[in-house]
Nanobody, 117 residues
């Protein structure tokens, strides 16, 4: 099972980025997926999740700015990030959910997002 995240980079405040995460060698369509981030000096936090049926959840700090989506035909989950703020800076990780829980069993390698003020 491999999760390959990409799309991070350096962007000015107010800008946008789109992260992608491709899952290979794993069951994808029946699992919920999540994007997490870890800011420097802080614990990793869950940013957004999407269920197998497409229901989404967001942490309050990104509601209205971030959108999580999935394309099961491509085994890919996306995170569209708009109106980025310096506090969105961190390493973003995608992860595959464990059925029946909000736990995650496989993680991607992370992609760095840096938002300059």
């Amino acid at each position: 099972v491999q999760l390959q995240a990409s799309g991070g980079g350096l962007v000015q405040a107010g800008g946008s980025l789109r992260l992608s995460c491709v899952a290979s060698g794993s069951i994808f369509s029946s699992r919920h997926m999540g994007w997490h981030r870890q800011a420097p000096g802080k614990q990793r936090e869950l940013v957004a999740t999407i269920t197998s049926g497409g229901i989404t959840h967001y942490v309050n700090s990104v509601k209205g700015r971030f959108t999580i989506s999935r394309d099961n035909a491509k085994n890919t989950v996306y995170l569209q990030m708009n109106s980025l703020k310096p506090e969105d800076t961190g390493v973003y990780y995608c992860a595959r959910g464990v059925p029946g829980s909000w736990e995650y069993d496989y993680w991607g390698q992370g992609t760095q997002v840096t938002v300059s003020s």
